[in-house]
């Protein structure tokens, strides 16, 4: 398979080739092997023994790693950023920001782990008080992660860095557009463990994740549309494999009537257009309080217009990584306009070839693309809602539920939790996806499971319940010995323990004719 920004070719001995692409200019980047099923299934082998080390050596000694991990990658920050930027086209800051994220997560798994996941006492109940109870989370083994391009080190890492964390080891695939970042990660933590495939990459396309999904894994991370999601899931089906889904959303800001306009506008134009808006997590849909509407707008519009996407110095944001993503743009802003919406920035000519201007639209249809649809572009659409609660249902109308934001100086915290989506920042966008011990995934079309904090660790682990006999028990329960007498005993024990309440809630008669069938009127 190819596309724009990757190609496969085959050597002269028949190796297959794939061609990383600079999306600013078309220059070549990387030529990586293609991997086969055979070696996908080689690379899980390989997974497979470090993970036993590594499930071994406990927690004290893997923090050690990740932290040895955590400086090389800290000290080599602007080289990782350079092949992001190649690979990305985004702005060499982006690049820093996004290792500079992935770092502070590495460091809170460090020193998360053993509290997240080591073993707990757990109360054993009245019933089976002669027990000690206890909990822990063990390492699956091998976790194999699908990546996307758009974050290719914080995306992955979410995944990655959590999974090892946990303790076990990773096989991860990048997204075709991105092997060399994937390639340059999996080094740096070689240079750390030399001698044990904790940490492999495998490169190609749709195939070679396939391949990942059929191959002896214990669960599989995937981030990116839910289309192919719902294949991953079908491949891992075959040998009920657990997957985790990140799917994409369509997330959307609201505007409250009491809001700080100045703000909203600023996080609004930047959670629109940062990284090109090729941000699961990006905003894409802002419903503001009539009150306010116009004064939002005029914000907006004035901050959009300072924003634009190019290679100069300049410029805030790079090109569309995938370029074929630009067609979905033009789709969504060309059915936007055709359908009454207006463009107050940008608009069908600020779609060019590899870059898109930002794009402000306004008086856009809830039913066109552009509300629907995931639009991965530096575009965003802005409506007027009567109030809040109209705000809510529009925002909540969406088959995604990732992230959401909230303006409000009095109801931030009320609105947050109204909205059906995984993660909600108030006064701010896309700040959970900072902190380290919040969890990150959505609902819905936007995926289950969950990455980042304690959930996140024990994502890639299972519970393990242990319960150990401390003392012969007066009345043992589990053995055919057990005489009618103490029956009677555990019926007045379960009564005294579960029967306490002093008034019973009033049965609906039974009419006289359930018994039998038939009734007697
Ligand atoms: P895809 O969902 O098509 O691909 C995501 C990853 O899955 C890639 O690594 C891809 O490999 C791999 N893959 C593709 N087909 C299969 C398969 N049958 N089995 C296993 N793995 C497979 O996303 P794209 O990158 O093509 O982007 C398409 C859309 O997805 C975007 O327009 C955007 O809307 C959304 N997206 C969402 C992201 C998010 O953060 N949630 C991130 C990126 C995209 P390869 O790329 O090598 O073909």
């Not at 027990?131 to 992660?145: F, I, K, R, T, W």
């Not at 055919?480 to 323990?497: G, I, K, N, Y």
Request: glycine letters at 10%.
């Amino acid at each position: 398979m190819s596309t724009d920004m990757s190609t496969e070719t085959s050597t002269s001995e028949g190796v297959q080739t794939l061609e990383s692409l600079s999306p600013a200019t078309g220059d070549v980047v990387g030529v990586h092997r293609i991997d086969t099923a055979e070696s996908v299934d080689a690379a899980v082998a390989r997974a497979r023994e470090a993970s036993k080390w590594w499930a071994g050596l406990g927690f004290d000694a893997r923090r050690e790693v990740l932290g040895q991990w955590r400086s090389v990658l800290t000290r080599r920050m602007a080289q990782l950023a350079d092949v992001v930027h190649q690979e990305t086209g985004k702005p060499h800051g982006d690049a820093q920001l996004e290792i500079g994220l992935a770092l502070d997560h590495l460091a809170w798994i460090g020193s998360h782990a053993e509290k997240v996941l080591g073993r707990k006492r757990v109360s054993p109940g009245l019933l089976m008080a002669n027990q000690a109870a206890s909990v822990e989370y063990l390492p699956l083994g091998v976790v194999g992660v699908i990546g996307p391009w758009n974050y290719p080190v914080f995306t992955p890492m979410g995944s990655i860095a959590y999974a090892l964390g946990a303790g076990n080891a990773v096989v991860f695939k990048p997204s075709e557009l991105t092997p060399g970042v994937g390639i340059w990660l999996a080094d740096s933590l070689r240079e750390v463990v030399p001698d044990h495939d904790l940490l492999q990459v495998v490169i190609g396309s749709g195939e070679t994740g396939a391949a990942l999904c059929r191959a002896d894994i214990d669960k599989l991370a995937f981030t990116g549309s839910t289309a192919t999601a719902k294949l991953v899931m079908a491949t891992c089906a075959e040998n009920l494999t657990p997957v985790l889904i990140e799917a994409g959303g369509k997330d959307a800001l609201l505007v409250d009537e009491d809001a700080d306009l100045v703000a909203a506008a600023d996080a609004a134009a930047w959670g629109a257009f940062a990284n090109a808006g090729q941000t699961c997590t990006g905003i894409e849909r802002v419903y503001v309080h009539d009150k306010v509407h116009d004064q939002f707008l005029e914000e907006l519009a004035r901050r959009a217009g300072t924003v634009h996407a190019g290679t100069d110095a300049g410029a805030q944001i790079g090109p569309m990584t995938m370029p074929s993503q630009v067609d979905v743009v033009r789709r969504h802003v060309a059915d936007a306009l055709a359908r009454g919406g207006r463009a107050v920035v940008g608009g069908a000519d600020a779609v060019g070839d590899r870059f898109i201007q930002p794009t402000v639209l306004v008086d856009v249809p809830e039913d066109s693309a552009a509300v629907l649809e995931e639009t991965f572009g530096p575009t965003v659409t802005v409506r007027r809602v009567r109030d809040m609660d109209e705000a809510v249902e529009l925002a909540n109308a969406s088959r995604y539920g990732l992230g959401s934001a909230v303006f409000s100086q009095k109801r931030g915290p009320e609105l947050a939790r109204r909205l059906r989506t995984g993660m909600t920042s108030i006064n701010s966008v896309i700040s959970f996806a900072a902190v380290p011990g919040l969890p990150f995934g959505g609902v819905g079309d936007s995926g289950f499971g969950r990455i980042h904090g304690p959930d996140g660790l024990k994502e890639f682990t299972y519970a393990k319940a242990v319960t150990r006999v401390r003392f012969k028990p007066a009345l043992n329960l589990t053995t055919f010995d057990r005489t009618p007498e103490q029956d009677t005993l555990v019926a007045s024990m379960l009564t005294a323990l579960h029967g306490r309440a002093t008034q019973l809630p009033k049965m609906p008669r039974r009419p006289l004719a359930t018994r039998g069938g038939r009734s007697r009127a």
